[in-house]
């Protein structure tokens, strides 16, 4: 297989969106992305689909409710051909109990099963408390890789390895076959979401982890942002491109 090409998180420029929907879709197509990740479905599912049918624009993975809305989720990343609905978020206290984790985890396979009908596979997105965390001695991420169906896999963000102080790495490792997508974002040694910075700017250990995984969908992401967030995403874009990827 080769490598998907590169893509960008739309949670980066939701302050964006919210100004001018349109215009930033297009504003990304033109600074060279063929594909973003949208986030929320099934939020603004029709102003969605039809703003990256005019920019010209892909959305092979998307971020949803996939435990509070799984039905809506699936319909939508079908209706936007999306191949994978990535749950983006659940809080900490899931990932400091067996119990608690293990209902996730049957709520993440209820959900690959309905999106299995649709030719759409279910994933989760790490921060860093599911893999600071550790359940049956391991991170807690990878315990709860142990209990979902096989078919569910993941999206690993690089940078919050580094917040967790976990070795990204050893993590893909340990998920072997299951990890689809990288969240590829950078920040300082130490640094938080308000100290990210462009691809290649910051510590994270990117293209390491890139090349770890060759078919891997890269997603370009910026939780927060102290300068022009266009001009960011562009670096990091180019970034990626001099280094061949994408």
């Avoid at 039809?50 to 939508?76: M, Q």
């Avoid at 209902?103 to 999106?115: I, R, T």
Wanted: proline share 4%.
């Amino acid at each position: 297989m080769t490598r998907p090409v590169n893509s960008v998180q739309l949670y980066s420029v939701r302050n964006q969106l919210e100004r001018d929907f349109d215009l930033t879709l297009q504003k990304l197509s033109e600074m060279g992305f063929q594909s973003v990740e949208p986030f929320s479905l099934p939020a603004n599912i029709d102003k969605l689909k039809a703003a990256l049918s005019n920019a010209g624009l892909k959305a092979p993975t998307a971020h949803g409710d996939v435990v509070i809305n799984p039905r809506g989720a699936i319909e939508a990343a079908v209706e936007l051909g999306s191949s994978v609905l990535i749950d983006p978020y659940q809080p900490e206290d899931i990932f400091q109990s067996e119990s608690k984790l293990e209902q996730l985890a049957d709520q993440l396979s209820a959900a690959a099963e309905l999106g299995r009908e649709h030719g759409l596979k279910i994933g989760y997105h790490n921060h860093d408390h599911d893999i600071r965390n550790e359940i049956r001695g391991v991170p807690a991420l990878v315990a709860l890789a142990q209990m979902v169906s096989e078919d569910v896999v993941f999206e690993i963000d690089l940078f919050w390895c580094q917040v967790a102080e976990v070795d990204a790495i050893e993590l893909l490792k340990a998920l072997d076959g299951r990890v689809v997508a990288l969240h590829a974002k950078d920040a300082p040694l130490g640094g938080h979401v308000q100290d990210q910075v462009p691809l290649g700017s910051g510590s994270v250990k990117l293209l390491e982890c890139i090349r770890h995984l060759p078919d891997a969908q890269v997603v370009v992401e910026f939780d927060d942002y102290a300068g022009d967030i266009f001009e960011g995403i562009s670096l990091s874009l180019d970034y990626l491109k001099q280094n061949g990827v994408g």
